[in-house]
């Protein structure tokens, strides 16, 4: 689980972190696509009986589907950590102000 | 005295968000000081960011299906609409963020902290990006709220609400 190189994340933490990057990316493409295709809306409204509680379970379905997949499919020091906090960050801005600029915009 | 379970709900939700920030400021404060004897408080601390945080989704999403409809009628009415297209619209997409940032933080700090350089430097976003986030996510929900209170006070949804 952890990593003896003090400059890299253990197998798991970094195949997590990668997935929490897709995730937070995937819930804001997901919001978008929804807002604009309505019939997306519908059939995930059809699926929990909200789309708010659908979207919800698909990002975290998404982080813990990818991170169990990158944890156990990739050999161990395969999955690469070095510079995930700077793109998790990155991704997080770039996820928030895509949701707020859509809102704002459309 | 006359509290509503959908009050108890909205209170919850937000009382737990949050807890669920300060003990995400915990989790940074413990990895900034990581060393061998904190190492087992602060997975407790991040264990605690997940549950709280959990809590938190559970009683807004139970509140946002069932009875904010009624609310998002006022406020599109008001003269604030802007409260819930842009604010509760953002709000209600944004809160996943440091849902699943708060999934990840438990499984961080399963590292060990206080020799891992990269393991904290990951830890202290991480719990930094659920702090900020959360202080949006929770400034959002106070705009919504004075949304829906300038809304009663407007003379059209005052007809409506009455």
């Given at each position: 689980?952890?990593?003896?190189?003090?400059?890299?994340?253990?197998?798991?933490?970094?195949?997590?972190?990668?997935?929490?990057?897709?995730?937070?990316?995937f819930n804001s493409a997901l919001t978008c696509a929804k807002d604009a295709f309505k019939p997306l809306n519908s059939l995930m409204a059809s699926l929990t009986g909200h789309h708010w509680t659908t979207h919800g379970l698909a990002a975290i379905a998404v982080f813990f589907g990818l991170g169990l997949l990158l944890s156990k499919l990739v050999p161990a020091g395969k999955v690469p950590s070095g510079h995930l906090a700077g793109i998790l960050t990155g991704a997080v801005i770039v996820a928030g102000?895509?949701?707020?600029?859509w809102f704002f915009l459309f | 005295m006359n509290v509503t379970f959908k009050d108890i709900l909205l209170f919850t939700h937000a009382g737990f968000g949050v807890l669920a920030i300060l003990a995400a400021l915990w989790v940074f404060k413990d990895a900034l000081d990581a060393s061998e004897a904190n190492a087992a408080r602060t997975?407790?601390?991040?264990?605690?960011?997940?549950?709280?945080?959990?809590v938190s989704w559970i009683c807004g999403g139970y509140w946002y299906v069932h009875f904010y409809p009624g609310d998002k009628a006022m406020i599109l009415k008001g003269p604030w609409p802007f409260a819930h297209t842009l604010f509760m619209e953002t709000k209600e997409h944004l809160f996943f963020i440091p849902l699943i940032l708060s999934f990840y933080l438990?499984?961080?700090?399963r590292e060990k902290l206080f020799s891992n350089a990269t393991a904290r430097k990951m830890t202290l976003c991480v719990a930094m990006l659920i702090v900020l986030s959360g202080l949006a996510i929770?400034?959002?929900?106070?705009?919504?709220?004075?949304?829906?209170?300038?809304?009663?006070?407007?003379?059209e949804t005052k007809v409506i609400h009455q």
């Open positions: 689980m952890n990593s003896d190189d003090p400059n890299q994340l253990g197998r798991t933490s970094a195949a997590f972190g990668w997935a929490a990057v897709v995730a937070v990316l102000l895509g949701l707020v600029g | 997975r407790k601390a991040a264990f605690f960011v997940t549950l709280l945080m959990c438990p499984i961080l700090t929770e400034g959002a929900g106070s705009v919504i709220g004075y949304g829906v209170r300038v809304a009663l006070l407007h003379p």
